[in-house]
């Protein structure tokens, strides 16, 4: 007989990746997984089963079955209470990965946090629970901050410098949060940076688990006066040593571009495992193509290199140069930078770059996240696309809409004009060896048509909500049009 298991959350949106097991006394025991509907085919035997239900962030089901002829059993799956995840992160490939497994990490900047930890530890704790109830995994901190920053300073020279980072990593840990640790604003005050790098390594063994990785300096090609002559060099050696002293994931820093160039200044003499990018944020074009333009800026760096990256300090709510604080346009972007192979997205707020201090307070910057305009609909909609991505996305396979792209589903004779003609900004695709996709169209100002490669299922999701807004099958050379509208998320799978 031939069983379809359908998996599903409290409001009947299918749970793709699920895994179900079974134990059948005279058949044995099954695994399967669902796919992006939601749903896995088995053909079994009648009789009794025990069947166990697992999805990452819902509570494991375990249910009888009693089978004895073909049709449909529909499960459903209840939000579990956030655990925090466990073991060393460390990369497979694209993907962030630690003992629980593959996961699309998210972060946010809070670049003060180790001076608040030492000046106003309550309200570290205050956003540390404000983050972990909303699905983040790690924070941005910088661990050297000299004194041009005249009211954020963090000195290692301080007694008590190694005891405020190990204090801080214990309590991110308490609450269920990892560390991104960006050890130099610049190398003011400290002339003996073999020796910090010890200290952190040190200070990390003890808890290697609140590490999401280290980046030895932030934005060092942006203004050298803030580094020592040489500093690019100097830098990638002590990458090295940090690789060398910890099971670690490591970045330099941020190149100046996403090109070949760029990136070797900073990576082509290092062990660095990680590039970390800063995306362009200007504005150009004007008009929606032009608000939308940053999103599509994802596609870059995994063309620039075959590095792990992250998005570490994108376009966001009142960050420097342009701001953003568009829930949909946001959600696209962290949506993107795994689609397009980022390991992680690390949500940058002018919150979380002085938290309230006097330059923040010049530029009419927030001093608490939670103050940022619409804050909890960004981090909302953001956890809503990793729920309903893979978690080895960035490990996909991926594709531009046009020719130079044989793999993408579509036929992309009918979308490249549409793009030319500015009537489409773009429709990156991902697909993986099972034959499933995801497309991302962003800026639709004209009806898309989507023309089947193969036979195949489609889903089209709101990204926002994750709601299922549309869903056929095509047979090969058939089309699906859609509408206009500034962005969706098609998933699905081909046939045979």
Known sequence: MLIAFHVQDQRGRPLSGAVIQAKNEPHGDWAGVTNPCGDFLATLGAGHYDLTVTYPGFEARVLPADLADSGIV?????????????????????????????????????FWALWGYAHDRARVEQHFSFLAARGIDYVRVFGVIGPRWTDRVVDPAERSWDDDVAGLLDLAASYGLRVELTIWQDTDLTADRPGIVDRLAAIASARPQSIQYFEICNEGWADLSRFPYDWPAEAQRLADALRAKTPHVVAV?????????????????????????????????????GAWRYVRQTWDPWLASALAWTNDEGKGPQSSVAGDDDPLRLTMYAG?????????????????????????????????????????????????????????????????????????????????????????????????????????PIVAQAPVPFAAKSAMHVDVYEPLTGDVIDACDLAAGEVYTLPPGLARIMMGFRFG
């Open 74 to 110: 529909t499960i459903g799956l209840k939000s579990g209470i956030t655990r925090a995840r466990a073991g060393v992160v460390r990369l497979a490939g694209r993907v962030f990965t630690d003992d629980a497994g593959p996961y699309l990490a998210t972060g946010t900047s809070l």
């Open 253 to 289: 820093t941020s190149p100046a571009g996403m090109d070949a160039g760029a990136i070797a200044a900073w990576y082509g003499r290092s062990a660095a495992n990680l590039l970390t990018a800063h995306l362009p944020r200007d504005e150009m074009g004007g008009g929606v193509t």
């Open 336 to 440: 993107l930078t795994w689609l397009c192979g980022g390991a992680g997205f690390v949500l940058h707020t002018g919150a979380g770059v002085g938290g309230g201090d006097e330059a923040s307070k010049s530029k009419g910057r927030a001093a608490n996240l939670w103050e940022v305009a619409n804050i909890d609909r960004i981090l909302a909609g953001i956890a809503e696309m990793r729920r309903l991505l893979p978690a080895d996305v960035p490990n996909w396979s991926r594709h531009n809409a046009n020719r130079n792209f044989p793999g993408y589903p579509f036929e992309t004779d009918r979308l490249a004009p549409l793009i030319e003609r500015g009537e489409l900004l773009r429709a990156f695709a991902a697909t993986s060896g099972g034959g499933r996709f995801i497309v991302m």
